[in-house]
């Protein structure tokens, strides 16, 4: 079974700075999709950037870019002039591309944002 | 847009009692899922659906039924509550195929607890 790991719990991160949250995942699999998920006090889940395993290049949205190292299984979000909104968990996801696949979320981690 | 609508929001139970969470999505979307949310835990996999009909397990289905009887409603019943499965519900759902492809689309939880 596929594993998602986030083995930091919590980070914290000065407002304007940037922070890069880490996540690794095990799979046999070569196609692929990766995902970093927001989720703030009001528990809504928030979809931050997908990445396709196939596409070499780094996906960005605005402030938020991933690090996608498919030979180390490692894929971490990157964080830029962290505002006081981005204080939220953030959730590293995983999906194999079959019709019939499941998306496995790893453990979490709590970030906040010092004013 | 109402995308994805879990009723009812918030829950208390009794252990024994039963109950049904209902999850709409107006979207059209194939596939359909409940996870389960604790703390430290992530997001943990309780039944999936890939279409109107079929349902399958997922990584804690133990006490816990699904129905997918129309294709835009995903159903989870617990049929004997227990202090265990006190925790809060997810529903999403998520399109196959085309642009939009492969991107989880959230319901706003459901808290429930069992005492």
């Known amino acids: 079974a596929q594993t998602v790991t986030q083995s930091q719990p919590e980070m914290s991160v000065q407002e304007a700075e940037t922070v890069t949250l880490s996540c690794t995942y095990d799979t046999s699999e070569s196609d692929y999709y990766l995902f970093w998920y927001k989720q703030p006090p009001s528990r809504q889940m928030i979809l931050v950037i997908r990445?396709?395993?196939?596409?070499?290049q780094n996906a960005t949205e605005n402030r938020f870019s991933v690090n996608f190292q498919k030979a180390a299984k490692s894929f971490s979000l990157k964080i830029s002039d962290s505002q006081l909104g981005d204080a939220a968990m953030y959730f590293c996801?995983?999906?194999?591309?079959?019709?019939?696949?499941?998306?496995?979320f790893g453990k979490g981690i709590t970030l906040s944002v010092r004013p | 847009n109402a995308g994805v609508t879990q009723t009812p929001k918030f829950r208390v139970l009794k252990t024994g009692q039963s109950m049904t969470l209902l999850c709409a999505q107006d979207?059209?979307?194939?596939?359909m899922y409940w996870y389960r949310q604790d703390p430290g835990m992530g997001l943990r996999l309780i039944h999936y659906?890939?279409?109107?009909?079929?349902?399958a397990k997922g990584e804690v289905p133990d006490g816990y039924n699904v129905s997918r009887l129309k294709k835009q409603n995903f159903l989870l019943g617990l049929e004997s509550a227990a202090p265990s499965q006190t925790s809060v519900y997810f529903c999403?759902?998520?399109?196959?195929?085309?642009?939009?492809?492969?991107?989880?689309?959230f319901g706003a939880g459901s808290r429930l607890t069992v005492l």
């Open positions: 996801a995983y999906k194999e591309s079959g019709a019939n696949s499941k998306l496995t």
């Open positions: 999403a759902s998520l399109l196959a195929g085309g642009s939009g492809a492969n991107v989880l689309t």
């Open positions: 659906s890939v279409g109107e009909g079929t349902t």
């Open positions: 979207m059209n979307h194939e596939y």
């Open positions: 990445q396709e395993a196939y596409k070499q």
